[in-house]
C-alpha cells in the first residue's frame, strides 16, 4: 500500500518546510566520532608560519595548468580575489539557492516502490498500517505450554506461516517454530534447551517457567496508526526494512533533483591510452556515480568539447534541475562558459571561490527552478566545486539531511594558501586524519585513496591541529554509495 496522506496533505507542507523539518534533526556520517567539545567549525589554533606557493588554478581545462583568473593579476594576490566568494559563504549561497528553486518549483511528491526508495527523502509520514507483530508470536524455537508442567506434547507442531493452531488445554504443549503464531489459551514457550523429555515423552522445564515468557505480544512495537517515522527521514536499509513490516508497497518521498552534465573540452578521450596531445576524460566516468551518492538523478552525461553554439544548446534546452558542466570556466580563447552564461542573461551566484583547487568554480541561476554549476576542469579541482556547490544544492533540492559538521586532528603539517581555504584528500585514523599525497588540482591518486576532505585555512595547519572535514558518500559506511 502506498502513504496514507501526502506531503501537500500533512499540513500543506511544501519543499521548504520539509527542509526545515530535516535540518531540525541532522544526521551523523556513520563511523566517524562526534564533534569535539567546543566550536565544530573552523579549525583551531595557529594556522602556522609554513604557507604553500599556490599554483595557479583558475583555469579550466582538463588536466592541464591553469592560468590567472585576470590577466592583470598574479593568482595568489589580492586583487584577482576581488569578486571571489569565502568558501563557506559559497556553500550557503548553493543552500539558499535549492531553497528558492524549491519554492519556485513546488515540485510533487513521487510514489516509488520500496526497492527503489532507497536514499530518498520521506515526503509522507511513515504510520503503521497494521499492528506490530500483528498477532502473537513465538520468540523462540521450543515449545509452547499451557499451565505447569510437565506436559503432554501434542503429536503435530506449530509453523511460522500457518494458520492458527488449536487452543492448548493445561497440561498440554506443542513444538513451536521462531515467528509461529501463538496457540490460543498458551501460557509461555519454553526453549528448545530449557527443556527435557522423560521416557514417556513428558515434557519437563529445566528452569522455571514464567508466564508470557518468550511470547512477542501482538502491537508490542507498533499500532495499527502509529506514526513510525515523520516527514524528511532518509530512506535508509532499515527504513525500508521497517516500511515493508509496516505493510507498505510504495513510500511517498521527494523526487531526486534531476542533473545534466556536460563535459567540454576537445582534448578530451573516451577509450585508450593519451597520445598527441590528448588526454583520457577522468570526469565523465567519475561524475554521474558521486551526483546520484549526492541522491541525484542523473539523466544525461553529454561530450560537447569546446563548441559553443552546441554548449548553449544543451544549456538552454535542457529541462533538468540541475546542469553540471566541466571545465571552461576560466577566460582563455575557448573558455565559453562565462560568455554563454552572459547571453541568456543567467545570474552569477558564485563567481569564483577562495579554495584551492577550485578557485574558478560557478554557480548560475539560469531560471527560478533552474541552476548551473561549472566545474573546473582539472580533476581535484572540479571534486571540490562538487563538494562546495552541488553537494548543498542537491542535499537540499533533496530534502536530505546536512551531515553534522565535526573535527579531527590533523596527524602531519599542511601546507596553506595565503589566501584561500584548501581541501585536502585525508585518510581517517584512531588518532586523526592523515593528509595525503598527489594532491594537486589536476590528480586523483590521493582523493582515490581519501576517507574524506580535510578544511584547511589560508596560512596553512600545523600537526594536531583540529580540521573540519567533508566525508565521502562510500567511506563513512553509509548508504550513499548504493545509490548508483
Same mark, same amino acid.
Given at each position: 500500500?502506498?502513504s496514507?496522506?501526502t506531503?501537500a496533505?500533512?499540513?500543506d507542507l511544501?519543499v521548504?518546510?520539509a527542509l526545515a523539518?530535516?535540518?531540525?534533526n541532522?544526521?551523523r556520517?556513520h563511523?566517524?566520532?562526534?564533534?569535539?567539545?567546543?566550536d565544530?567549525?573552523?579549525p583551531?589554533g595557529?594556522p602556522?608560519?609554513?604557507?604553500?606557493?599556490a599554483r595557479?588554478?583558475?583555469?579550466?581545462?582538463?588536466g592541464?595548468s591553469?592560468?590567472?583568473a585576470?590577466?592583470?593579476a598574479?593568482p595568489?594576490?589580492p586583487?584577482?580575489h576581488?569578486h571571489a566568494t569565502p568558501?563557506?559563504?559559497?556553500?550557503?549561497?548553493?543552500?539558499r539557492a535549492a #531553497?528558492?528553486?524549491? #519554492?519556485?518549483? #513546488?515540485r510533487?511528491?513521487?510514489s516509488?516502490?520500496?526497492?527503489?526508495a532507497?536514499g530518498?527523502?520521506?515526503a509522507?509520514?511513515?504510520?503503521?498500517?497494521t499492528?506490530l507483530?500483528?498477532?502473537?508470536?513465538?520468540?523462540?524455537d521450543g515449545?509452547?505450554?499451557?499451565?505447569?508442567?510437565p506436559?503432554?506434547?501434542?503429536d503435530?507442531?506449530v509453523l511460522?506461516?500457518?494458520a492458527e493452531?488449536?487452543?492448548?488445554t493445561d497440561g498440554?504443549?506443542?513444538?513451536?517454530?521462531?515467528g509461529a503464531r501463538?496457540?490460543?489459551d498458551?501460557?509461555?514457550?519454553?526453549?528448545?534447551?530449557?527443556?527435557?523429555?522423560?521416557?514417556?515423552d513428558r515434557l519437563?522445564?529445566?528452569?522455571e517457567?514464567?508466564?508470557?515468557q518468550?511470547?512477542r505480544?501482538r502491537g508490542?512495537?507498533c499500532?495499527?496508526?502509529?506514526q513510525?517515522?515523520?516527514?524528511?527521514t532518509?530512506?535508509?536499509?532499515?527504513v525500508?526494512g521497517l516500511?515493508?513490516?509496516?505493510?507498505y508497497?510504495?513510500?511517498?518521498?521527494?523526487?531526486?533533483?534531476?542533473v545534466?552534465v556536460?563535459v567540454l573540452?576537445d582534448?578530451?578521450?573516451?577509450?585508450g591510452?593519451?597520445h598527441?596531445?590528448?588526454i583520457?576524460?577522468?570526469?565523465?566516468?567519475?561524475l554521474?556515480?558521486?551526483?546520484?551518492a549526492?541522491?541525484?538523478?542523473v539523466r544525461t552525461?553529454?561530450?560537447?568539447g569546446?563548441d559553443?553554439?552546441?554548449?548553449?544548446?544543451?544549456?538552454t534546452?535542457?529541462?533538468?534541475d540541475?546542469?553540471?558542466t566541466t571545465?571552461g570556466?576560466a577566460?582563455?580563447?575557448v573558455d565559453?562558459v562565462h560568455p554563454i552564461?552572459?547571453r541568456?542573461g543567467a545570474?552569477?551566484l558564485?563567481?569564483?571561490?577562495?579554495?584551492r583547487p577550485g578557485h574558478?568554480?560557478?554557480l548560475?541561476?539560469?531560471k527560478?527552478?533552474?541552476?548551473l554549476?561549472g566545474l573546473p576542469?582539472n580533476?581535484?579541482?572540479?571534486?571540490s566545486?562538487l563538494l562546495?556547490?552541488a553537494?548543498?544544492?542537491?542535499?537540499?533540492?533533496?530534502?536530505?539531511?546536512?551531515?553534522?559538521?565535526?573535527t579531527?586532528?590533523?596527524?602531519?603539517a599542511?601546507h596553506?594558501?595565503?589566501?584561500?581555504t584548501?581541501?585536502?584528500?585525508?585518510?581517517?585514523?584512531?588518532?586523526?586524519?592523515a593528509?595525503l599525497?598527489?594532491n594537486g588540482?589536476?590528480m586523483?591518486?590521493?582523493?582515490a585513496?581519501a576517507?574524506a576532505?580535510a578544511v584547511?585555512p589560508?596560512?596553512?595547519a600545523?600537526s594536531?591541529?583540529?580540521a573540519e572535514?567533508?566525508?565521502?558518500?562510500?567511506a563513512?559506511?553509509?548508504i550513499?554509495v548504493c545509490?548508483?
Amino acid at each position: 500500500m502506498a502513504s496514507p496522506g501526502t506531503w501537500a496533505d500533512e499540513e500543506d507542507l511544501d519543499v521548504e518546510e520539509a527542509l526545515a523539518l530535516v535540518k531540525e534533526n541532522p544526521g551523523r556520517p556513520h563511523g566517524h566520532p562526534g564533534p569535539p567539545h567546543g566550536d565544530p567549525g573552523r579549525p583551531h589554533g595557529d594556522p602556522g608560519h609554513v604557507a604553500e606557493s599556490a599554483r595557479a588554478t583558475t583555469g579550466g581545462r582538463h588536466g592541464a595548468s591553469n592560468g590567472p583568473a585576470e590577466p592583470s593579476a598574479s593568482p595568489d594576490s589580492p586583487k584577482s580575489h576581488h569578486h571571489a566568494t569565502p568558501w563557506p559563504e559559497a556553500r550557503s549561497a548553493a543552500e539558499r539557492a535549492a #531553497r528558492s528553486a524549491a #519554492r519556485a518549483a #513546488r515540485r510533487t511528491p513521487v510514489s516509488v516502490p520500496l526497492d527503489a526508495a532507497l536514499g530518498l527523502t520521506l515526503a509522507a509520514p511513515l504510520t503503521a498500517l497494521t499492528d506490530l507483530p500483528s498477532f502473537d508470536t513465538s520468540a523462540m524455537d521450543g515449545w509452547a505450554v499451557a499451565g505447569p508442567g510437565p506436559w503432554t506434547v501434542r503429536d503435530e507442531g506449530v509453523l511460522a506461516g500457518h494458520a492458527e493452531a488449536a487452543p492448548l488445554t493445561d497440561g498440554e504443549a506443542a513444538r513451536i517454530a521462531t515467528g509461529a503464531r501463538i496457540p490460543p489459551d498458551t501460557t509461555a514457550v519454553l526453549r528448545t534447551e530449557h527443556g527435557r523429555t522423560d521416557d514417556r515423552d513428558r515434557l519437563h522445564p529445566t528452569r522455571e517457567v514464567v508466564h508470557g515468557q518468550d511470547i512477542r505480544p501482538r502491537g508490542q512495537e507498533c499500532r495499527s496508526g502509529d506514526q513510525l517515522l515523520p516527514v524528511g527521514t532518509l530512506a535508509t536499509p532499515p527504513v525500508l526494512g521497517l516500511a515493508a513490516a509496516a505493510g507498505y508497497d510504495t513510500l511517498t518521498t521527494v523526487p531526486r533533483p534531476r542533473v545534466d552534465v556536460l563535459v567540454l573540452g576537445d582534448e578530451l578521450l573516451t577509450g585508450g591510452l593519451p597520445h598527441d596531445g590528448l588526454i583520457r576524460d577522468a570526469l565523465g566516468p567519475m561524475l554521474p556515480h558521486w551526483l546520484r551518492a549526492l541522491g541525484a538523478e542523473v539523466r544525461t552525461v553529454r561530450r560537447i568539447g569546446d563548441d559553443a553554439k552546441a554548449l548553449e544548446r544543451a544549456v538552454t534546452t535542457s529541462d533538468a534541475d540541475l546542469i553540471v558542466t566541466t571545465g571552461g570556466t576560466a577566460a582563455g580563447p575557448v573558455d565559453h562558459v562565462h560568455p554563454i552564461l552572459r547571453r541568456i542573461g543567467a545570474d552569477l551566484l558564485v563567481d569564483g571561490v577562495k579554495v584551492r583547487p577550485g578557485h574558478p568554480m560557478l554557480l548560475a541561476r539560469l531560471k527560478d527552478d533552474q541552476h548551473l554549476v561549472g566545474l573546473p576542469g582539472n580533476p581535484l579541482a572540479a571534486v571540490s566545486g562538487l563538494l562546495t556547490l552541488a553537494e548543498p544544492l542537491l542535499r537540499t533540492l533533496a530534502a536530505r539531511p546536512a551531515p553534522e559538521r565535526y573535527t579531527l586532528p590533523l596527524r602531519d603539517a599542511v601546507h596553506g594558501h595565503p589566501y584561500d581555504t584548501r581541501l585536502v584528500p585525508v585518510v581517517l585514523r584512531e588518532d586523526g586524519a592523515a593528509p595525503l599525497h598527489y594532491n594537486g588540482p589536476a590528480m586523483l591518486r590521493g582523493i582515490a585513496a581519501a576517507d574524506a576532505l580535510a578544511v584547511v585555512p589560508p596560512g596553512g595547519a600545523r600537526s594536531g591541529q583540529e580540521a573540519e572535514l567533508l566525508d565521502l558518500p562510500w567511506a563513512t559506511a553509509g548508504i550513499g554509495v548504493c545509490f548508483t
